[in-house]
């Protein structure tokens, strides 16, 4: 009973002014053409009336508000004009057409749509500009419909613990305590409390729908508002502008695995780590990390993209066990893929630079670099988002202890920081020249992170 009631508490309060005030707004009325007019373009109807005046306009839309009709400019030929009555005047636009018609940002198959969502933006203008102006300014972040809603989810978004089923064991659980997101230091671990950006596009809603952060009617036929493409938020374009950077990313809405962003994936998995690094490491350190190569032979090209495929589709059910798929080296290729394709790397191109320029000033030795290399190091992981810092030390020390098989798979950190490097450090300058000098560092800073992971990421 009381979780009904808590439930009912956070339920927001939906405003339907605008609602009835758009319910209310004139209806296009088309003034027919019964002449045959000469030359008239094909995307146009009987609303065509050729090139007539102004005045000639004006006495057909007298009949009422929301008549409209088409014209051809006298003064400027194969120009057109929209003209409705509104209010008692007739306005007149300038009318286009390349595929679909349109006076504005908006575009319409049919120019009685076009008509019908101008007479709802004429009505609210001229009964709520007051109402509307002040929808961003007056609102309550904190009473937002998105926030009510997605209190629940934030209060229950903390690590999830990892199957220890024989298809998911770990080899070796003892050395990987501290890589895993479900040991004790990040138990309350709050995943939601990351920033991410929303996504916003420009949203074409069909049926009545409202915004997330006023609560108020998101009016028009098209184009009403913006939408998050990554957890579904919704709001008008101007309301979008005062919502923090707070996105709750949602499967439904990312709908895959490869090539997202990395914080709106594990924020949308609820998991500190993606679900496909931790399978593709388990499985890899399962079957040993003593072949020879490994990392650095690519796996079947058909294989890794049914196992992408897969991922993207579900990562929860993806089969990656060697006996669907034999061939370990089509498992790291996987991996590699993965970071490949992130939009934003791993070492991403905020603190690339930051790696770069302390590499580029010091002459590291074997026994390892200075105390304070090792300090502008860690100030430079702390330019990470939570959820790169997360995960580069979790593969880090999954790369470590592949170098500690290096007698057999031959895989030295430094042969680890060649195949790496690229993948997870990419210039942001777009100059290719340039990053191709940067080349030798980018290994430098992989290797040095691979062999003093443990210093650097304490």
Avoid at 121 to 127: N, P, Q, V
Avoid at 205 to 212: A, Q, V
Avoid at 359 to 386: M, N, W, Y
Wanted: proline share 5%.
């Amino acid at each position: 009973m009381a979780n009904r009631e808590e439930e009912q508490s956070i339920m927001p309060v939906w405003k339907s002014y605008l609602y009835h005030l758009q319910q209310q707004a004139p209806k296009p009325r088309k003034i027919i053409c019964h002449n045959t007019i000469q030359d008239k373009p094909p995307y146009y109807c009987d609303e065509f009336h050729g090139a007539i005046s102004r005045d000639e306009t004006d006495q057909m839309l007298q009949e009422c508000d929301g008549c409209y009709l088409v014209r051809e400019s006298q003064r400027a030929p194969g120009q057109y004009t929209l003209a409705i009555r509104f209010d008692n005047a007739t306005k007149n636009f300038k009318l286009f057409y390349d595929g679909e018609h349109y006076v504005g940002e908006k575009r319409f198959e049919f120019v009685d749509d076009l008509v019908a969502d101008g007479l709802i933006t004429f009505y609210l203008e001229a009964k709520a500009s007051d109402y509307i102006a002040a929808l961003s300014t007056e609102s309550n972040y904190a009473e937002s419909p998105y926030v009510a809603y997605n209190t629940q989810r934030k209060k229950t978004q903390i690590i999830k613990k990892l199957p220890e089923d024989d298809n998911h064991k770990i080899v070796n659980t003892k050395s990987l305590t501290g890589d895993l997101p479900d040991s004790p230091k990040f138990a309350n671990t709050d995943i939601s409390s990351y920033e991410k950006h929303h996504g916003f596009k420009m949203h074409n809603f069909k049926g009545p729908h409202w915004c997330d952060f006023c609560a108020n009617f998101m009016w028009g036929l098209i184009a009403q508002g913006v939408k998050c493409q990554d957890c579904g938020f919704q709001a008008h374009k101007k309301c979008s502008e005062k919502v923090p950077h707070d996105c709750m990313p949602d499967m439904k809405y990312v709908k895959r695995s490869f090539g997202v962003d990395l914080t709106t994936l594990i924020k949308a998995q609820g998991q500190l780590i993606p679900k496909l690094v931790i399978k593709c490491v388990q499985e890899i350190e399962k079957r040993g990390l003593d072949i020879e190569g490994l990392y650095r032979v690519a796996g079947f090209h058909d294989d890794v993209e049914a196992i992408k495929m897969a991922f993207d589709k579900d990562g929860e059910s993806a089969n990656i066990s060697r006996h669907k798929y034999e061939d370990m080296n089509t498992i790291t290729s996987v991996l590699k893929l993965y970071f490949r394709v992130l939009p934003i790397p791993l070492i991403s191109f905020d603190a690339y630079y930051k790696f770069i320029d302390v590499i580029k000033s010091e002459d590291l030795p074997d026994t390892g670099p200075a105390e304070k290399v090792l300090e502008a190091l860690r100030d430079a992981v702390k330019q990470l988002p939570p959820s790169h810092h997360h995960t580069l030390k979790f593969l880090l020390q999954h790369l470590s202890r592949v170098t500690e098989q290096s007698g057999k798979n031959m895989m030295t950190p430094e042969n680890l920081a060649i195949v790496f490097a690229p993948t997870l450090l990419r210039s942001p300058d777009s100059d290719l020249m340039k990053s191709l000098l940067f080349a030798k560092h980018e290994q430098k800073v992989m290797e040095t992170l691979i062999r003093f992971h443990d210093k650097i990421l304490a």
